[in-house]
């Protein structure tokens, strides 16, 4: 298996720009988790998928952040604009019912 | 609602030496409980996770840790720590509910002296 995959790992772009950070989750699982990593903040978590739909976003930071699951291989993570404040690690991690979480090897975003 | 203390921001300790990093949960009913690892620039990795029964829990890396109910305590544990574990260690806790989310601890940041 080959565990979970985002796409791109990093990213560099300029303020006010649109991001798309993607997951795809291990096959089979059915919870998809986007998470946010800073040194200040430290892991958050953004918002939860449930069999693709959104359970909990109430991690999101605001109107700016969006997240889908269009079918159960594959989610995505806009930030529409991008602000400095939003550089950060985001991790996608995934699982199957009350198991443990696995996660990606996240996208390290900068924002200039 | 689930929430996890780590009361220790950061650890240094000698290579060789003795571990043990704290976790405290609060949970309405019987917790699963995971430890993860974060080395540098990677993932969270597990380590270790207890579901139920043996209340001592084995994982990889030498690494074990052992659920205390009355104290709502889930230690993790190293004999022999070596510099290679030098990284951030997190604990969660989850919810035999399907579906339920997972909280992560704040993390402990282990320094290895040599």
């Known amino acids: 298996d080959a565990g979970v995959i985002q796409s791109p790992r990093h990213e560099v772009t300029e303020m006010g720009q649109e991001v798309t950070l993607r997951c795809k989750p291990i096959?089979?699982?059915?919870?998809l988790f986007w998470y946010r990593q800073t040194m200040m903040r430290g892991l958050e978590l953004l918002i939860y998928f449930n069999n693709n739909v959104p359970i909990d976003d109430s991690g999101m930071p605001e109107d700016r952040f969006s997240a889908k699951m269009p079918n159960a291989s594959f989610s995505t993570l806009k930030i529409q604009p991008s602000e400095p404040r939003d550089s950060a690690v985001y991790f996608c991690?995934?699982?199957?019912?009350?198991?443990?979480?696995?996660f990606g090897p996240g996208t390290r975003l900068t924002v200039l | 609602a689930q929430s996890v203390t780590q009361p220790d921001i950061h650890i240094t300790v000698s290579e060789g030496a003795s571990l043990e990093l704290r976790c405290n949960y609060s949970y309405g009913a019987t917790p699963y409980l995971f430890w993860y690892v974060q080395s540098p620039g990677q993932g969270l990795q597990l380590l270790l996770k207890y579901f139920s029964g043996d209340t001592l829990v084995q994982g990889i890396k030498g690494f074990e840790a052992e659920f205390k109910r009355s104290q709502s305590s889930f230690n993790l544990r190293k004999p022999s720590v070596h510099w290679s574990d030098a990284a951030e260690y997190f604990c969660?806790?989850?919810?035999?509910?399907?579906?339920?989310?997972?909280?992560f601890g704040p993390g402990t940041r282990l320094s290895v002296l040599p």
């Open positions: 969660a806790v989850g919810s035999h509910n399907y579906g339920q989310n997972f909280v």
């Open positions: 991690a995934s699982k199957q019912g009350g198991n443990e979480q696995f």
């Open positions: 096959s089979g699982h059915n919870s």
